[in-house]
């Protein structure tokens, strides 16, 4: 017999998202529950334990504001964290808040269905249990379903083989072995510097040379520190109405086809010299104009010439196919001077496509490569992914992925209409993936607590995004980045890495703090644009 657990609140991923979001609930007074695949919290952070993996946005600011004692008692110790500490940040955020009794581990979301008659979604798990619940919130992530290998030949090879996505838990020895890294998107940038530092010989197979600016990864510098603890509200504060959700992006108002080349060349060698994003927000105009983006582009395309040896490979490692920052910026430790190691080579997969896998390692159409051990570093299924593997279904038994066939389809990113009581965190048609992932992620869950309280006041039975307010936002997200210079790379923002999924724009450009602000002012009106109904019918 199966039995049924009732809850208010069924949250689903136990990552920044679900964590806090539960934190939440608890506090105000609702019964809520985690059920998560991992078999730990930390999301993200729990599945990437490949060697490099480290955060992109300083610690500080990478991390929760919604708790100063919190604040208070974690020190980072690097500008950076790498995952590890990353991840022992969130076991420690869940025992500090006494999260793990409400978190199921090991448990895959297989469904969930609105019963138009209770108002309520039924949720079913892999382990067969079904939870109903009022309100049903997708803490899943963006990033969370690795790309599958889609390369011919993959399952004959007889070495080892790993994707960054779900790396093994007891880590990777390749002392002494030939490694061949496949991708070089920020998870194989991040981990090439590493891997060459092991193996006997690193080949490195790359279709689209990325924009990556270096970090400057450091030990956590104790008077930033304590300038960020003694103006922390305040900073956090400008974080939250900024572009990015965070600081260091510094955007300047100035335009880069006003300036002269020398002001220029400062102006990239002061944002180079930062390290990080900094580079992203040199100039207003980076990403709004092909000549503006073209100065910064050209600078980055010097920086290479200078750090790689070789002429022949610096020429391949420029990025030549989009404009720069189009795709999220690489943060790379050592990345291009990796290339000067006498045991790591770059194979141009323009010049000599992959024709197959084999079982000793990667055919090409230029010749073979023997490995021991082959590395995917090639993405992920991201935004609509994680949501796609659920089978989901609103009013009239609709299904999620039939309304999404075209593309995502949502009111904020935050809800969908046909689809009452479901709150998506950071989904498609809010600023997300763009930006500061923590800062996005407390923003969705402050709203949709707000929400659910506010409705519970009222005795609301649901909620609802109306299909003309839906229709409206999709109208303004897609405007919003047909006006930039984002929707000319083929990037996941677009699903362009996924074959056959739609080529739609899916994150909000506008900026995290006037997105907010658009949140906030819908809640002030009432939650404009949704329907609120005191009945589920
Ligand atoms: P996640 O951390 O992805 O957690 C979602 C959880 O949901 C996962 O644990 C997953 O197992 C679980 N789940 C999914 N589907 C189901 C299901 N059906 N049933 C049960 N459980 C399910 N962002 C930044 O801002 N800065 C960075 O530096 C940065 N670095 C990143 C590095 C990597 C390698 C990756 C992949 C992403 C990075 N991101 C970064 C984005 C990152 O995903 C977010 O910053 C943040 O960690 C997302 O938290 P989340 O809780 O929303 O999602
Ligand atoms: P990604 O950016 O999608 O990069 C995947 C790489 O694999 C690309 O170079 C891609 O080439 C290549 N690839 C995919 N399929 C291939 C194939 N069949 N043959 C050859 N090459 C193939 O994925 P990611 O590097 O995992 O990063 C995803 C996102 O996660 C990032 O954009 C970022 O948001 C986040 N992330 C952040 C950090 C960080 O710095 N903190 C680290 C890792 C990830 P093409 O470009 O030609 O398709």
């Not at 100039?283 to 002429?311: H, S």
């Not at 570093?377 to 992925?401: E, H, N, V």
């Not at 707000?450 to 109208?475: F, I, K, P, S």
Request: with cysteine; charged share 20%.
């Amino acid at each position: 017999m199966t039995t049924t657990t009732t809850l208010d609140v069924v949250i689903v991923g136990a990552g920044f998202s679900g964590l806090y979001m539960l934190h939440k609930m608890r506090g105000l007074g609702f019964t809520a529950r985690v059920y998560e695949a991992g078999g730990g919290v930390g999301g993200t952070w729990y599945w990437n334990r490949y060697p490099g993996a480290r955060v992109d946005i300083e610690s500080h600011e990478y991390s929760y504001s919604f708790s100063p004692e919190l604040e208070d008692d974690w020190v980072w110790t690097e500008r950076y964290a790498a995952q590890p500490e990353l991840l022992k940040y969130l076991n420690h955020v869940a025992d500090r808040f006494d999260l793990r009794r409400d978190i199921q581990f090991d448990t895959r979301v297989q469904a969930a269905h609105f019963d138009e008659t209770a108002g309520r979604w039924t949720v079913t798990t892999d382990g067969g249990e079904t939870i109903s619940a009022r309100f049903c919130v997708m803490a899943i992530g963006c990033l969370s379903v690795t790309k599958e290998v889609d390369l011919p030949g993959a399952e004959t090879f007889q070495g080892a083989a790993y994707h960054t996505g779900h790396w093994p838990h007891e880590g990777v020895d390749f002392s002494g072995l030939r490694v061949g890294v496949i991708g070089t998107g920020s998870s194989a940038i991040q981990s090439i510097p590493q891997i060459a530092k092991q193996a006997a010989h690193l080949t490195v197979f790359q279709r689209t040379a990325n924009y990556s600016v270096p970090a400057h990864n450091a030990p956590a510098d104790p008077e930033v520190l304590a300038h960020w603890k003694a103006n922390r509200a305040e900073l956090r504060a400008q974080a939250r109405l900024s572009p990015t959700g965070f600081l260091s992006w510094d955007p300047s108002e100035a335009l880069a086809v006003e300036a002269t080349e020398e002001e220029r060349q400062a102006v990239f060698e002061d944002r180079w010299r930062r390290g990080g994003f900094a580079m992203g927000g040199a100039y207003a105009d980076t990403l709004a104009d092909m000549t503006a983006n073209g100065y910064a582009a050209a600078f980055v395309a010097d920086k290479i010439r200078a750090l790689v040896a070789d002429p022949a490979t610096a020429e391949k490692l420029i990025p030549k196919s989009y404009p720069f920052a189009t795709k999220r910026l690489c943060v790379d430790i050592d990345y291009h001077v990796t290339y000067n190691r006498p045991n790591v080579s770059l194979v141009d997969l323009r010049e000599e496509p992959i024709e197959t896998i084999t079982a000793t390692g990667v055919r090409t159409a230029a010749g073979d490569y023997a490995f021991d051990a082959i590395v995917y570093a090639i993405g992920f299924d991201a935004m609509t992914g994680p949501l796609g593997r659920i089978d989901i279904r609103g009013r009239g038994g609709l299904a999620l992925k039939d309304k999404w066939a075209e593309g995502p389809r949502t009111y904020l990113g935050l809800m969908v209409a046909g689809f009452p009581n479901l709150f998506l965190v950071t989904g498609p048609g809010s600023p997300s993936v763009l930006s500061n992932m923590v800062v996005s992620i407390e923003q969705h869950v402050d709203w949709i607590s707000d929400c659910v309280a506010y409705l519970h006041n009222r005795q609301l039975a649901v909620m609802e995004a109306t299909e003309e307010a839906e229709a409206g936002w999709v109208a303004h997200v897609n405007e919003s980045a047909d006006a930039t210079l984002y929707v000319q790379a083929n990037s996941w923002y677009l699903g362009a890495n996924i074959p056959g999924k739609p080529r739609v724009f899916m994150p909000y450009v506008a900026g995290v703090g006037v997105y907010r602000e658009t949140c906030d002012a819908v809640a002030a009106k009432g939650y404009e644009g949704f329907a609120l109904s005191p009945t589920p019918g």
